[in-house]
């Protein structure tokens, strides 16, 4: 679509990092969708990234000759034009799939499908996207689950006494559990003075979100600034008590759990999709679109004393390690992926 946003982040990100390795040259092709047009936000990632980076349309000339200049071909999502080609060409394909698919015997799904099988290998956001791919219990031969590289705060935690209250951030969308969250908060029997609540973000729903805090009473005790920056975000993150992820969505992932962690903090989530993934399991999970489930796990994080809250909170913190991946990664995937003769 020509913004910046997280598919944009990761590429750029991952090329960043194997392009600063020797013996490595990084070219990122990003493919015009129908309705393209380049953002000032995108087109200054692109000026200060200082990669080799080129937009171009489906199926076109210039996109098979980027295909036909390397010696591997690393895709984001299944797509015929370029696994076409990089079958044709006879070029090593990895295959990051980030989006799920449902279930559907149409021509469209069949030709994805076939995309996929092509693949040298293949690296799924999460299990519950990868399952809804293969339809199989355990992955196919060459597929993996690999969380995304992303760029986390350089912030560090705060300890316990610097914490307080719930935050939540997403865009103001439907099923993302936010009518859920401030029914359950309303209802929940806890001081909410000690325990506030915080909701990042902005979109369609905020005018009717805005007018139930206040039918409920609550406009004075939940800050909502909005959009905020990346800084300003971590900042919100590190001192809260936890990160609230309520979706009903059937989410792909979800990035914030990735960011709460980092920062030590951790997260109360629904049973959503691939949510519990990035979330761990130090988590506090409920069904998706409960308000009084959700209502019953605010009050067991309010309820929950500092000792035995740090040791969540630690917990979530060191297992992230152990998760995450770094461009090297993705260096030693490629090496290993190519031919003998160009190593």
């Avoid at 194997?18 to 015009?32: C, D, H, T, W």
């Avoid at 171009?56 to 370029?82: F, Y």
């Avoid at 006494?161 to 935050?167: H, I, K, L, P, Q």
């Avoid at 679109?289 to 630690?314: C, I, K, P």
Wanted: hydrophobic letters at 45%; proline letters at 6%; one cysteine or more.
């Amino acid at each position: 679509m020509g913004q910046y946003g997280g598919l944009e982040s990761f590429v750029m990100t991952v090329a960043a990092g194997v392009a600063a390795l020797p013996g490595f040259s990084i070219e990122i092709v990003f493919k015009k969708t129908r309705l393209f047009f380049l953002s000032d936000d995108l087109n200054r990632k692109v000026a200060e990234s200082r990669l080799t980076i080129s937009f171009c349309n489906r199926a076109s000339i210039a996109l098979w000759r980027a295909v036909c200049r390397a010696d591997l071909v690393h895709l984001q999502n299944p797509c015929p034009d370029v696994t076409a080609m990089a079958c044709f060409a006879r070029k090593p394909l990895l295959t990051n799939i980030i989006n799920h698919t449902k279930h559907s015997r149409g021509l469209h799904a069949k030709l994805w499908k076939l995309c996929l099988h092509l693949a040298t290998r293949r690296f799924y956001i999460s299990d519950f996207v990868r399952r809804s791919w293969e339809c199989a219990r355990i992955p196919w031969p060459n597929s993996h689950v690999v969380f995304p590289v992303c760029q986390l705060s350089s912030l560090k935690p705060l300890p316990v006494e610097e914490r307080t209250g719930f935050v939540f951030i997403a865009r103001w969308i439907e099923n993302k559990g936010l009518d859920t969250l401030i029914e359950a908060y309303a209802l929940a029997d806890f001081n909410r003075e000690r325990w506030p609540l915080k909701l990042l973000g902005d979109g369609p729903l905020r005018s009717r979100i805005v007018a139930r805090l206040r039918e409920l009473g609550l406009s004075h005790l939940v800050n909502t600034p909005g959009f905020v920056s990346e800084v300003d975000k971590a900042e919100f993150i590190r001192r809260s008590r936890f990160v609230v992820i309520p979706p009903n969505t059937s989410e792909d992932f979800g990035l914030v759990a990735l960011e709460a962690r980092h920062l030590g903090i951790p997260c109360l989530i629904t049973l959503d999709g691939g949510v519990p993934e990035a979330a761990g399991q130090y988590s506090l999970c409920c069904q998706p679109g409960d308000v009084f489930e959700l209502r019953a796990l605010l009050q067991q994080a309010a309820a929950m004393d500092d000792q035995s809250y740090m040791a969540l909170a630690r917990a979530a913190h060191a297992s992230l390690r152990q998760e995450l991946v770094t461009p090297d990664f993705y260096a030693d995937t490629y090496q290993s992926m190519l031919p003998a003769v160009n190593k």
